[in-house]
Structure formats: structure tokens, C-alpha cells
DNA sequence: GGCTGGCACTCTGTCCGTGCGAGTGCCAGC
DNA sequence: GCTGGCACTCGCACGGACAGAGTGCCAGCC
């Protein structure tokens, strides 16, 4: 129908237009503004039934409409085309991601590009430990009994733990013990490396065994956790912008809900690379999301999917142009992390 | 005299009450909350020298004083003993920072340790890479002409770089690379790891050299560097308490000097483990950092300084309570890092 | 000489009343 | 079903009045 037709168009400019003046929209500059060929009497008819059906509200009486987290949800659904980037966006990815030196040094760029391009808060996560496989297993003696194990993975991750064993180790036996976890353990996933410990045991020699129980045990037990997952998180100082007043209410339990990760952790858990997911409001479970929005895309390929990625904001964001950033951020940093 | 005596009482009140209250302190609130034993009229007296004298000033005529940086100092420097942690705050530094499996969650807690402690924004220097000494160089083989080089220190830190060789590299030549390698870097301190190159050179046996000559210079170029030294920065949502309204004229500078890192990086070269240092305010050279104080102190032993850490906060901070706690966190981290 | 009480003065923050403008809902007409 | 017109409702900005806090100064007292 027709009807239904313009009504999602009013829909669709009251939200562009809030999200750029962040004033509430009115009849009058809504026909102004947007050519939708009727009257602004006519719009205000089609703003009272977006209204009944909740995908607007009004502050006050008299004020201009303002989207609800369900208008937001509608308008990202089905009113938003994806925005290409512009040449020089796609430029600045490359020439600000290029000649990255480490993974850190890769995350690192990746948060401080992401928070430039959209002006909000970025998050991206380490390539997941438990998805990787193992590359190298590094073995240093430190003490008499006591070991570094240096884990590097196949997206260049580097963790390492000390272990520290019962009984005095001998010189002779790190380089045994490091062919050994290294022939059992390279080129396996850390989510299945428990399983290889009962084989690498049997082709232990017996005097190794003992350290070798200790080391394989460790690594599974503290590297394979998914709990200690990273994240780096950069632009705060994004959401001091604008919104001077609600601040101590809203942007301090926001700050806090970041610093803790284990929230945005879980969040980047379900995420995959073939789509954009987009949290609104309300939709965040968490209390301190309410009133903020989640744009976030998985980072590497379909089969190997290596981490997520993306930015935290106000439901009043620019949905398309972030959607379009994280993504086209994604799509690079997956590349440049396959090459390694 | 008598008199200076009472006028510096009269200051470190005036500091002691702004601090707790944030209010402009007035006279007549002076001489009932506190035992000077004079009149009202008597501390106005002093007031005006103080304020004469540059210690303090007031916001507008008929508003009560408020300390300048330059009355922080003189309370700093003179008139605020240090404040001894209680037995509980000191458990909860053990009970915190104990547990904790590597550098990067010893760096994590402490930052998180201080943060609570000091209600401020804490910041943690990773251990310097160049006072560091090498435990361990490993090489990996990643592809044909490729390597990774993976340095560990003394501290426990772990970096890593990819090596682009421009020959292919023999897989051989790994285990010989890597035995030449340690034999001449362990235990180096990274600062002096250029000198060894050219009798790290002499002994290669000549098929090596070529590839000796590229990981060494990689290895010194891209690690020793001190601009790559690293930060851990928390609870940045201490910012967002009380202060709600001049929030993003001066919060936001703050938080984006503190993303920088490198203001905060350069400011923490500049410290030592045997002194807590205080910049106050407009003693900050950079912009965004006048009317904040950072209350700083390095960690390690005096023989062996590894980095620094400290809090920032505005100007109004409870310094000796502060500077207490700064003490106390980066004496139990240097010892931890000193065991490991 | 230094301290104290008293007093006049100055300034800010707040409260209240008013007017204006934006925006709406409704209705009659096309 | 769209449009123009109109009355109505609020929020907000402006401005004056007021109260309160705090000061500086002065004369008197110890």
C-alpha cells in the first residue's frame, strides 16, 4: 500500500535527520527538508500512527518526535541501504593498517582506525585462542624448576605461562620436551589440544613423563580458557563528545561496563563474519548498554573465524556509515591476519 | 613565626577541606570545622596574605578560597605527611595482585589495584624494553623466507616480529641461527644488544651471515626502540564522577592525552623508584594535562628500575592519600616482577 | 601589636512570572 | 485521502527580585 510505503519513508528521514541535528524532528522541517510531496499536516498524521506503533515518541507535548530503540531497529532492518565508503576511507584502512609490525601492533591500529572513521567508541578483540592452532611451542628453562612456555599461534598470538614443576629439571631434558609438545601439538586447534595429552603420554619416554604431565596440563588449563580473552578498546574520549549533560548518569556505568571486557566479551562471542550484527538499546541485555547501540562483525574467513570487532555508540548513531566502517575494516584485518 | 605557622595551617585546612568537599572554603566553615583557635576574622587575615601570596584565590568576589597549584605544591611538598595504608588496603594489594599468571595480568591487576585504591585514573608502564635484559631469543620458521624472532626478558615480556628474509632460509639453519642468537644476547641489556652485533658477525660462520645480519638488525631497530614501550590504563570511569559539567571541555582532552600515550609515556621516563613525583597542574607542559595532577612513581630496584606507574586525576586529589598508595602498589610489583 | 566582633558591600545562585515559539491535534473543505 | 487553518499545550529563555555566603575594613580590646 501506499500508505504504509510513505509512512516508512517518514520513518526513515525522522531518523536521519535526528541522528545528524540530535534535536527532536518536527512536521514542518521534515517537509522541508525531505521531498516527500506532501504536506506537513499530512506527515502528522503518519507521525501519530508511527507513534501508536511505537516506533517514535515524543519527549513532551510540543516537542519534535524522536526514534525508539523499536524505530531504530525497523529503520536498520529494512529503511538503511548499506553506505559504500568513500575512495579515501578505503585508502586510509589500507595505508593506516599497513606496516602494522605484530598482532598488538595490528589491534592497535585497528581500534584507533575504527574510532576515527565512526567518532565512537571502538573494540576489538584478540583472534580467539581456543580457534587458533598452534604454531610453536617455545620451551626456556628460567630456574632448577621452573619453565617458560611460550605459545605463539598460527595468527601470530604469543602467550606465555611459567610452569613450575615439582622436581628439578634437567638441562638436557628442554630440548626433548620441546620436540615433544611441538610434534604433538603444532598445527592442532587449542580447543582440541586436551585431547592430544593421553597420546603425547604414551610416546613420552618414561623419564619425561612426569614434566610432561605437568607442562601439557598447564597449557591446556590456562591457554585454552576462553575467559582469557582481550580486548583492546580505544576512543573514549568519543563519548565526551556532544552529550555534556547526561554524563555521570549514563557514560560512567558505560566506561565501567567496557573496563570490565567480560560483557563486551561475551557480546563478541556471537559473532560471525559473514554479517553485521547491530545491538539497539534495549536489545543489550546488560544494563549499562541500555541506551547505547553495538554495531559488531566477525573479522576472518568463514572457515576459520578468527575474533570480532566493532564500535559501541549512542542509539542516536549513524547506523549505515558504521556498519559500512566495520565492516570494511573487518574484511582488511582478516586479510592482513590470514597472510601472516 | 608564629604567624607563618598558622598561615600554612590555615592553607593545609583550606586544602583538606576543598579536597573532601569540592566548595570553595569560606572563613567562618575554617574556624568551625577545624581547631585553630582563632576567630573567623583572624583567618580572614591570613586568607588574604594566602591569597596574596598566589596559595590561593577566589572563583569571584564573595566566594570562598580555593587552592592554586602553586598552594597543592606547597602542601605537597610541606605539609602533608604521608599517609600509611590501612592493614586492609594493604591485604587487599596481596590478595589482588597475588594469583596472577603473566605479565600482561600482573600489568592488568595492578592497573585495576589502583585504580580502586585512589578512585583515579591508574596508568602502568610495561617494564622498558631497552633497562631490560634478554632471557631468550626464539626463531620460528613461518613460510619459505620468513621468520618470526620472539624476545623474552627478564620481566617476563614477550614481543615478537616477523623477519622478511630475502633469501630463502635453509630449515637447518634455524637451530644454528638460534644457538648464535642466544649465545650472543642473553643476558644483554636491550640498550647495549646494537654493540654486539659486529662480534655476533665475526663468529657466524659465513652461510649465515646474510641472515644473521637482517634478524639482529631487525631485532634492534624494532625492539630496542624505547617508542614502543606500552601502557595499561584503567578506570578512565573515575573521570566521570562528581565533575558532570565541565566534562567535555576538559575531560575530553584528557582522555584523548591518555590514548596518545605518548604524553603519559614521556612523563613516566622521567621517574624513579625511589621517589613518589607530583606534577601539579599547569607543571604539566602538555595542554591537556593542566588541571590534572599525576601522581607517579617508578617500580624495580634502584640498580634495576623497570618502569613506572602511577594515577591521574584533577587537580583537587587526596595527594597523600594517593601518593601512599602509589608507593605501596609499585613496591609489591617490583618485587613480584624481580622474583619471576 | 595582634586578635575580635560588627557592619556594609558585593556577588552568585535560585526562584518565579512572563512571553515566545515550536509543534501538535483536530476539523472543515477540496 | 490530502491540505490549510486554527486553537491549544508546553518547554525554554529571559529578566527581575531575593536570600545567602563571604569578604574587607574599622574600631575596640587584651
Redesign the pocket.
Known amino acids: ?3 504504509d510505503e ?1 509512512r516508512l519513508e517518514v520513518l526513515r528521514a525522522i531518523v536521519q535527520d535526528f541522528v545528524s541535528t540530535n ?8 517537509a522541508e527538508r525531505h521531498d516527500l ?12 500512527v508511527l ?1 501508536e506503533q511505537g516506533y517514535i515518541t ?8 524522536v526514534p525508539t530503540d523499536k524505530g531504530y531497529r525497523l529503520f536498520v532492518d529494512r529503511l538503511s541501504a548499506v553506505k559504500p565508503l568513500s575512495a579515501a576511507e578505503r585508502r586510509a584502512i589500507e595505508r593506516f593498517l599497513d606496516g602494522a609490525v605484530d598482532l598488538h601492533d595490528v589491534l592497535g591500529r585497528t581500534v584507533r582506525l575504527l574510532a576515527q572513521l565512526t567518532r565512537q567508541v571502538a573494540v576489538v578483540q584478540y583472534p580467539t585462542l581456543s580457534r587458533s592452532t598452534v604454531r610453536h611451542l617455545e620451551v626456556v628453562q628460567v630456574a632448577a624448576g621452573r619453565l617458560l612456555l611460550v605459545l605463539i599461534t598460527d595468527t601470530g598470538r604469543v602467550e606465555q605461562r611459567v610452569v613450575d614443576s615439582p622436581v628439578e629439571v634437567d638441562a638436557q631434558a628442554v630440548p626433548e620436551l620441546r620436540a615433544l609438545l611441538n610434534s604433538a601439538f603444532a598445527g592442532v586447534k587449542l580447543a582440541d589440544a586436551g585431547d592430544k595429552i593421553p597420546d603425547l603420554l604414551e610416546t613420552a619416554p618414561s623419564h619425561l613423563r612426569g614434566l610432561v604431565t605437568t607442562v601439557s596440563t598447564t597449557l591446556v588449563e590456562t591457554l585454552v580458557e576462553p575467559s582469557d580473552d582481550r580486548l583492546v578498546i580505544g576512543g573514549t574520549a568519543n563519548l565526551a563528545r556532544g552529550n555534556a549533560m547526561d554524563f555521570s548518569g549514563t557514560m560512567r556505568p558505560l566506561l565501567e561496563a567496557l573496563e570490565e571486557q567480560v560483557v563486551v566479551l561475551r557480546l563478541m562471542g556471537e559473532v560471525d563474519p559473514s554479517t553485521v550484527l547491530v545491538r539497539i538499546g534495549e536489545e543489550n541485555a546488560h544494563e549499562a548498554l541500555t541506551g547505547a547501540s553495538l554495531v559488531t562483525v566477525g573479522y576472518g574467513s568463514a572457515e576459520r573465524p578468527l575474533g570480532g570487532l566493532g564500535v559501541v555508540g549512542p542509539t542516536r548513531m549513524d547506523y549505515p556509515g558504521n556498519m559500512a566502517a566495520v565492516r570494511a575494516v573487518a574484511r582488511y584485518v582478516g586479510h592482513l591476519l590470514a597472510e601472516s
Do not use: C, F, W, Y
Not at 58 to 65: D, Y
Open positions: 500500500m501506499a500508505h510513505r534535536d527532536p524532528v518536527g512536521s514542518k522541517a521534515l510531496g506532501v504536506s506537513p499536516a499530512t506527515i502528522r498524521n503518519d507521525m501519530a507513534e515524543q519527549p513532551h507535548t510540543s516537542a519534535g518526535r
